[in-house]
């Protein structure tokens, strides 16, 4: 059975910025890798692509990256590994990273 390893559980980005989620596989037969998000398996686009790097013969480092962001791009990527021992899986949080300035500017004016 394949083991899904995810570096960092959430990502913090702003809109209209870039993301890129990391899954690291480890396994004799890595099998399928997918995307997937609000659960539909997802494919490249124009402001999708998928990335490879062997790390090792049994470890492998797949990449999600996301470029423009957008308000629905924000929430919750599975990453899924599918061989014929058996599906693993990880989960990633794209959580919109909002600027402070807005709400600073905000308190300011209340406080006048």
């Not at 690291?24 to 686009?45: C, D, N, R, T």
């Not at 924000?74 to 794209?94: D, H, K, P, R």
Request: charged share 15%; hydrophobic share 40%; glycine share 8%.
């Amino acid at each position: 059975m394949p083991i899904v390893v995810v570096p960092m559980k959430q990502i913090k980005q702003e809109q209209g910025q870039q993301a890129e989620l990391l899954c690291i596989v480890e396994g004799h037969s890595l099998g399928k890798v997918s995307w997937i998000f609000q659960g539909k398996e997802l494919a490249e686009s124009a402001r999708t692509a998928f990335g490879v790097q062997n790390s090792s013969s049994n470890v492998v480092v797949y990449s999600l990256t996301i470029s423009s962001l957008v308000s629905s791009d924000f929430g919750v990527y599975t990453c899924q590994v599918s061989n014929n021992a058996g599906t693993a899986t990880g989960q990633i949080e794209l959580v919109e990273k909002v600027s402070g300035k807005p709400f600073s500017s905000l308190i300011i004016l209340l406080f006048k």
